[in-house]
Each structure stands twice: as structure tokens, then as C-alpha cells.
């Protein structure tokens, strides 16, 4: 029977005992594992995908705008704070770029008031 004692990258130290095909398989096993990053036994982790899609933003805006939350000139900050009470959190940034598509869509008007772009149906 062979014998093999061993330390990984992470510093686990690993002592195996069998015949040297079950020997070899193990390392082997091992060694593809330590390559692809996984633990060895178990398989690579999938990426999380996020909850939303780029697609839910002009969505949740059409319905807001169906609901005439854009009867009045609204901001993006207006727009950031009903959209967190709805459960939907989004930077100003990606609001900004959204609001524009809108505007340059003509489903909505967008102009300046007191330095700050406003939208309004």
C-alpha cells in the first residue's frame, strides 16, 4: 500500500494511504482543483446573478409615469427616493442615463430648473 503526505497552497496538510492508481487519482483531483480555484471535492461556485436586470429600470419609470408621478416636475432625487420605497434601490448615475433615454424618447419633457434637470409627462 503507498503512502503520500502532502501540503496544499492554502497550507492544509494531507496524508492519503491506498494503491498508487487511487494515490495518483487523488493529486490529480486535487491538482485541477487548486487550478480552477474550488476546494477539492467540491464544484466551482457559480456566479450570482443580480436580482434585476437593465431592462427593469425603463419598466419601473413607464409605470411610475402610468401611476402620473411625472404630472409634476420631478428630479432624480424625487425619482431615487420613490423608487427606494418601492424596493428599488439604483444610483443616481444609472437614473441619470435612464431618464435621458426617456427624455430623448419623448415619453418625457426634460428641462432645468434652479441648475438641476427636471422631468415632467
Not at 492544509?12 to 492519503?16: A, D, M, T
Not at 487523488?26 to 483531483?29: H, R
Not at 491538482?31 to 480555484?37: C, F, I, K, P, T
Not at 476546494?39 to 467540491?42: M, Y
Given at each position: 500500500?503507498?503512502?503520500a503526505?502532502?501540503t496544499t497552497?492554502?497550507g492544509?496538510?494531507?496524508?492519503?494511504e491506498?494503491?498508487?492508481?487511487?494515490?495518483?487519482a487523488?493529486?490529480?483531483?486535487l491538482?485541477?482543483?487548486?487550478?480552477?480555484?474550488a476546494?477539492?471535492?467540491?464544484k466551482a461556485?457559480?456566479?450570482?446573478?443580480?436580482g434585476?436586470?437593465?431592462a427593469?429600470?425603463?419598466?419601473l419609470?413607464?409605470d411610475?409615469?402610468n401611476?402620473?408621478f411625472?404630472?409634476q416636475?420631478?428630479?432624480l432625487?424625487?425619482?431615487r427616493t420613490?423608487l427606494?420605497?418601492?424596493g428599488?434601490?439604483?444610483p443616481?448615475?444609472?437614473l441619470?442615463g435612464?431618464?435621458?433615454?426617456e427624455a430623448k424618447r419623448?415619453?418625457l419633457?426634460r428641462?432645468?430648473?434652479n441648475g438641476?434637470y427636471?422631468?415632467?409627462q
Open positions: 500500500m503507498a503512502h503526505k502532502f497552497q492554502e492544509i496538510s494531507i496524508e492519503i491506498g494503491t498508487p492508481e487511487e494515490l495518483s487523488v493529486v490529480e483531483k491538482r485541477r482543483s487548486q487550478d480552477a480555484g476546494p477539492p471535492g467540491r461556485a457559480r456566479p450570482k446573478q443580480a434585476r436586470t437593465k427593469d429600470l425603463p419598466r419609470i413607464d411610475l409615469r401611476e402620473e411625472f404630472r416636475p420631478q428630479g432625487g424625487a425619482l420613490k427606494g420605497e418601492m428599488h434601490h439604483y443616481l448615475t444609472t441619470s435612464a431618464m435621458q433615454t419623448r415619453r419633457r428641462y432645468k430648473e438641476k427636471v422631468y415632467v
